[in-house]
């Protein structure tokens, strides 16, 4: 399956000679994740810590847990599967979440996005979080 891209508008170079700029979606997505787990509350994205990290070392779906798609407009239509630390405002951490990845993804792109739906998987302490880090090493 073929990843999608998008074209970004740089504007028109004098000569018109440059050419078009396209963004995989998978590099949105990227940034997604990167945004979302550096939001205070958010644990990880698309499952639990120890799934994403096998996720990542092997190279399977790298953007497991975010969807990406535009609309007729263009804009990005983002989805974004996360698990939240147990005793957050869950509302209010999504509500920051949707901020945050909605801001880092415009400007590394320069292109709006349309929404930024959160789905909250789960909700887990902290510490158990942690622990399954450090079962890791």
């Known amino acids: 399956m073929e990843a999608q ?5 740089t504007g028109e170079h004098p ?18 994740k990167m945004a979302a787990i550096n939001v205070s509350g958010v644990l990880a994205v698309g499952g639990s810590f ?12 790298s953007d497991k847990g975010v969807r990406v798609s535009e609309d007729e407009a263009g804009n990005y239509q983002i ?22 990845v909605a801001k880092q ?5 320069g292109k709006p996005v349309a929404n930024v739906d959160v789905i909250i998987e789960g909700v887990k302490m902290a510490e158990e ?8 090493d």
């Open 5 to 9: 891209e998008s074209t970004i508008e």
């Open 79 to 100: 989805e974004i599967r996360v698990l939240m630390e147990y005793g957050v405002e869950l509302a209010k951490t999504a509500e920051t979440l949707q901020m945050i």
């Open 105 to 109: 993804v415009t400007n590394m792109t």
């Open 129 to 136: 979080e942690t622990e399954e880090k450090e079962g890791e």
């Open 50 to 61: 120890v799934e994403n990290f096998i996720a990542q070392i092997s190279s399977k779906e």
């Open 15 to 32: 000569d018109g000679s440059l050419g078009q700029i396209k963004v995989n979606h998978t590099v949105v997505s990227t940034i997604v």
